[in-house]
């Protein structure tokens, strides 16, 4: 079993919708959490940072943690054609740059 | 430049064959990262830099692979005796420091590896 996982979907939503990507994980030593787009042939791009449990939000992006559950989330509000990517988590257990991935949902906003 | 950079954006090679991967990491950038990604999957960790030395290479597969930062900026990832499941994008990151670590790796394109 993965230390972390993640639907790969594709995930295909209309313009306008709210999208909820999510991971979960096994190793409770798992303190910080990201997020990470990533468009076609690009390197990753990080969109969020959490520390520990709780909610963040950054305009139409918002990124819960449960730590007590093993589970994170990213909600996308009002999502666009332009947001159409593939969309990483990770995590790490410290201070330090060993971030684990998690496979990534490809999520396609149409028209 | 402004971001990092990774050459060959592309390589092609034989089964067998050497290979060697360029990282140009953001100017001040003091720790680097190098990842593998396989079709459909997230990025693998292989090793990190802190400066010059390896601070943790605990990603790395085998002996076939070998990284340097002789100079604390440059990085070579380099590949002996390639094999078809060597196959990849290879990502190279740079951070401000390791050990903030607010998980703002900075990502170049990637040189995608080829063995055919």
């Known amino acids: 079993q993965k230390e972390v996982e993640q639907d790969p979907g594709p995930l295909s939503v209309p313009e306008g919708a709210i999208v909820s990507l999510n991971c979960t994980y096994s190793?409770?030593?798992?303190?910080?959490f990201m997020w990470y787009r990533q468009y076609s042939r690009k390197g990753p791009e990080l969109l969020m940072y959490?520390?520990?449990?709780g909610n963040k939000e950054d305009g139409r992006f918002t990124a819960q943690v449960d730590k007590s559950s093993k589970y994170i989330s990213l909600f996308i509000r009002d999502s666009q054609p332009s947001d159409s990517a593939t969309y990483l988590c990770?995590?790490?257990?410290?201070?330090?740059?060993?971030?684990?991935f998690g496979q990534g949902t490809e999520l396609s906003v149409k028209p | 430049g402004a971001g990092v950079s990774q050459t060959p954006s592309n390589k092609v090679t034989e089964k067998g064959k050497y290979v060697e991967l360029r990282c140009d990491p953001i100017?001040?950038?003091?720790?680097l990262y190098w990842y593998r990604q396989s079709l459909g999957q997230g990025p693998e960790f292989l090793i990190y830099?802190?400066?010059?030395?390896?601070?943790?290479d605990s990603g790395l597969p085998n002996d076939r692979f070998f990284a340097v930062r002789p100079e604390g900026s440059v990085s070579t990832l380099k590949i002996q005796r390639t094999e078809r499941g060597d196959s990849a994008v290879y990502l190279c990151?740079?951070?401000?420091?390791?050990?903030?670590?607010?998980?703002?790796?900075?990502f170049g394109e990637g040189s995608r590896l080829t063995v055919l």
């Open positions: 990151a740079s951070s401000l420091m390791a050990g903030t670590n607010t998980g703002e790796l900075f």
């Open positions: 190793n409770s030593a798992f303190q910080y």
């Open positions: 959490t520390y520990s449990s």
């Open positions: 990770a995590m790490t257990p410290n201070q330090g740059g060993k971030l684990i």
């Open positions: 100017s001040g950038h003091t720790a």
């Open positions: 830099f802190q400066g010059t030395g390896a601070a943790d």
